[in-house]
C-alpha cells in the first residue's frame, strides 16, 4: 500500500503499457528473491529524505531498452565501485514485457525505464539470464 | 566484507558530527556516491564500498570545492582524488539497517583495499545535479580568480579621460601572454625531461601544456582597463595529475617571479643562475617592454577587486637591465626574421610572380599576417609521409614569432622563424604517427585511435624509420 503523498502521483502519469523488450541487472540465479523486487521495498530507509517522485522511482523495477546501454550503465557503475555486483547483481537478464505487466515510464536519454508492476505481475519466469558482467 | 583488523585503527569517534547532505553525485537503486558538508562548511564525499546482510561501508574522505567541481568536470579520477587526497588516512565506516554508525576504521590510504578503489580512469559518467548547476559555476570562477593576476592599464595623459588606446590594450595583452607562454615553456623543459613521461612524445606533450595553458581573462573593468589573468587548470584534462600541479605552482611562479617581482640586485643572481640569457630575453622583455617609461601608458597590480593599486610596473634600472637581458650578440644568434609584404611591378611565370629588384615600389615590414601553407609530403630527417591529397595548415606570423595551431592532431607550436616552426610540423606529426603505429592499439585510448585513423586517412605511402 503507498503513502497516501506518493499514490498520488505514482505510477507518474505519463506511464503507459507497452511491449517492450527489456533488459535488467540481476543475481545469478534467476530465482534469487533479491532480482525483482522494487528498492524501496527492499530498502525503505534509503527514502528516508527523498521526494514522493523519487520514493514512487523506487515502487518500480529499473529496465533498459538495450543491452548496450545496459552495460554502458553498468560499466560507468563498476568504474566507480569495483563491489557494485553485490548491491545491484553481477548478471545481465533479458525478457519481454508485455501490456498486462503493469505500466512503464519514458525511456530517458540513457535507455532506462522503471516498469510498476501490476498486482498478478511476477518477472521471475519472464526473464534468461544473458551473461555475466560484474 | 573486506577484514580490516590488520589494516586499521578502530576510532573511537565518528570525527564528522552534524553533516548535511547536500547532494547524491551517483545513485542508483540508491546512493553510490555522495556529497555532504558540515558545519564549518567541509567537503566530505561518501563513496559506497561493500555490504554484508545488515551493514552497508561507506569509504568518507574529505575533498576541497575546487576539487569536486574538477572531478564533475572529468579533469580527475574519483581514483585519484582518493589516492591523491591530502589525509593520510581516509576513514572507512560501517553503517547499519537504521543508518547508525557500528564501526569507524581510519585507514592509511595505501593500505585500501583494492576493490574499494575505483578503477583507473574513473572520471564521472553521470549528470551533475541540479544544484550544482549555478554554484559550480560561481565556484570555478572564484577558483579562477582566487590566484588571478590582476592588472589596471591607464593613459598617462588625459587627452582621453580614462580611455585606453586598443593599440596599447593589445601590446600588454600580447606580451603578458608571450612572456607567460617562454615562462611555460622554458620551466617545462626545466623542471623535466623526455625521461618522465615515455610513453609520450616530449615535444608534443610541451606543446599540449602550452596549449593548455592559455591565460584567461576571467574579469574585467571598463573606465580604465582592468583585468584578471589567469590559466585554468581545474577544467582541462590532465596527461598526468603531477602536470596539474605544475601548471597551478608555474602560474604562481610566474605571477611572483615576472610580474609581481621587485627585480633589484638581490633578486636579479637568482634569476641569472636559472635561466640563460635567451630565455631571459624571452621571458622578461616582454614585459620590459609594457613597463618603459617612454610609453603613454602606465600598469598597475592591482586587488582582485581592482580598487587597491599595490603598485606600478616601473622600468628596471640600466645596469639590471643590462644584466638581466645582454645583447645578445649576431654570432650567438641567427639574424632575427622578419615579415616583409613586398608591392612590385613584375610578370607571372608559371602562374608565380617575378619581380625584378629595381621593380619593387614598396616593402613593408608585417607586424601580423595569415599564411596558408600547402604539402602533399610531410618529411623529416629520413621519415617521409607521402599523403592522398594536398595538406593545407596556417601559419599565423604576429610580432617576430610564426604560430601554427593545428587543432586536429592538438598541435600547438611556435618559433622566431618561419622554417622551423614548419619543421616542427613536420616533426610532430611524424613522431605522432611513429607513436600511434607502433603501439598495439589496445594501449591506445579512444581519442588516440580516433587520431590514428584520421591519420592513416591522409597518408598513403609512409616511409618511417621506427
Same mark, same amino acid.
Not at chain 1, 113 to 128: M, R
Given at each position: ?68 546501454? @545496459? ?62 558482467? @560484474? | ?42 567537503? *566530505? ?8 546482510? !545488515? ?11 575546487? !576539487? ?72 570555478? *570562477? ?148 609594457? !613597463? $618603459? ?13 581592482? $580598487? ?102 592538438? =598541435? ?48 598513403? =605511402?609512409?616511409?618511417? $624509420?621506427?
Amino acid at each position: 500500500m503507498l503513502e497516501a503523498g506518493i499514490a498520488e502521483i505514482c505510477p507518474p502519469t505519463e506511464s503507459i503499457q507497452r511491449e517492450i523488450q527489456a533488459f535488467r541487472f540481476i543475481y545469478e540465479r534467476i530465482e534469487d528473491d533479491r532480482n525483482f523486487i522494487p528498492v524501496y521495498i527492499k530498502k525503505p530507509q534509503r527514502f528516508n529524505h527523498k521526494s514522493d517522485a523519487e520514493k514512487c522511482s523506487g515502487f518500480g523495477i529499473s529496465l533498459y531498452n538495450s543491452e548496450e546501454r @545496459a552495460i554502458k550503465k553498468y560499466s560507468s557503475l563498476i568504474n566507480v565501485v569495483q563491489n557494485i555486483g553485490k548491491t545491484i547483481g553481477t548478471h545481465l537478464a533479458e525478457g519481454k514485457i508485455l501490456k498486462d505487466f503493469g505500466v512503464t515510464t519514458p525511456i530517458d536519454g540513457e535507455g532506462h525505464f522503471d516498469l510498476h508492476e501490476s498486482d498478478t505481475c511476477n518477472l521471475h519466469n519472464k526473464f534468461t539470464v544473458v551473461r555475466k558482467i @560484474a | 566484507m573486506e577484514n580490516l583488523s590488520n589494516i586499521a585503527f578502530v576510532s573511537t569517534h565518528f570525527p564528522y558530527p552534524d553533516l548535511n547532505k547536500v547532494s547524491d553525485l551517483i545513485y542508483y537503486e540508491g546512493p553510490i556516491l555522495s556529497h555532504f558538508v558540515d558545519k564549518k562548511g567541509k567537503n *566530505l564525499l561518501y563513496l559506497w564500498v561493500d555490504n554484508d546482510s !545488515s551493514r552497508n561501508r561507506w569509504l568518507i574522505f574529505e575533498i576541497d570545492k575546487s !576539487s569536486l567541481i574538477n572531478y564533475l568536470h572529468k579533469g580527475i579520477s574519483l581514483r585519484d582524488l582518493v589516492l591523491k587526497n591530502r589525509s593520510d588516512f581516509l576513514l572507512l565506516a560501517d553503517i547499519n539497517e537504521s543508518l547508525g554508525i557500528e564501526f569507524s576504521n581510519l585507514i592509511k590510504k595505501e593500505n585500501l583495499p583494492e576493490i574499494y578503489l575505483p578503477k583507473e580512469g574513473s572520471y564521472f559518467e553521470f549528470s551533475i545535479p541540479q544544484i550544482y548547476a549555478n554554484s559550480l559555476e560561481d565556484e570555478y *570562477l572564484h577558483s579562477l580568480l582566487s590566484d588571478s593576476i590582476n592588472l589596471k592599464i591607464e593613459n598617462k595623459t588625459q587627452k582621453y579621460l580614462s580611455a585606453v588606446k586598443v593599440d596599447n590594450l593589445l601590446t600588454v595583452l600580447r606580451n603578458v601572454k608571450l612572456s607567460f607562454t617562454s615562462f611555460i615553456s622554458i620551466n617545462f623543459r626545466k623542471d623535466f625531461t623526455s625521461e618522465d613521461f615515455l610513453s609520450l612524445n616530449f615535444e608534443t606533450l610541451i606543446s599540449t601544456v602550452v596549449k593548455d595553458s592559455e591565460l584567461l581573462i576571467p574579469n574585467l573593468e571598463y573606465g580604465s582597463f582592468c583585468a584578471s589573468f589567469t590559466t585554468d587548470y581545474l577544467m582541462s584534462k590532465e596527461i598526468s595529475p603531477k602536470i596539474q600541479q605544475w601548471r597551478k605552482d608555474t602560474f604562481l611562479r610566474f605571477k611572483s617571479e615576472v610580474i609581481e617581482a621587485d627585480l633589484d640586485i638581490n633578486a636579479l643572481q637568482p634569476l641569472l643562475n636559472k635561466y640563460d640569457d635567451f630565455d631571459r630575453k624571452a621571458i622578461y622583455s616582454p614585459i620590459l617592454e609594457i !613597463s $618603459k617609461d617612454s610609453n603613454d601608458y602606465k600598469i598597475s597590480i592591482t586587488d582582485k577587486t581592482f $580598487k587597491k593599486i599595490k603598485r606600478t610596473l616601473k622600468p628596471i634600472s640600466k645596469p639590471i637591465q643590462d644584466k638581466l637581458i645582454p645583447k645578445i650578440k649576431s654570432i650567438d644568434i641567427e639574424k632575427k626574421e622578419s615579415l616583409f609584404q613586398i608591392i612590385g611591378i613584375g610578370e607571372k611565370v608559371n602562374e608565380q610572380p617575378k619581380i625584378s629588384k629595381k621593380n619593387i615600389l614598396e616593402s613593408k615590414e608585417l607586424d601580423y599576417a595569415e599564411l596558408t601553407q600547402s604539402t602533399n609530403t610531410i618529411f623529416y630527417h629520413e621519415n617521409e609521409l607521402y599523403l592522398k591529397e594536398q595538406f593545407d595548415f596556417k601559419i599565423v606570423y604576429d610580432r617576430g614569432n610564426y604560430v601554427i595551431d593545428y587543432t586536429p592532431f592538438e =598541435i600547438h607550436l611556435e618559433n622566431v622563424s618561419f622554417e622551423s616552426v614548419k619543421n616542427e610540423l613536420y616533426k610532430s606529426i611524424i613522431d605522432l604517427y611513429k607513436r600511434l603505429t607502433k603501439v598495439n592499439e589496445k594501449e591506445l585510448s579512444l581519442k588516440e585511435i580516433k587520431l590514428k585513423n584520421e591519420l592513416l586517412d591522409i597518408v598513403s =605511402i609512409p616511409n618511417i $624509420k621506427y
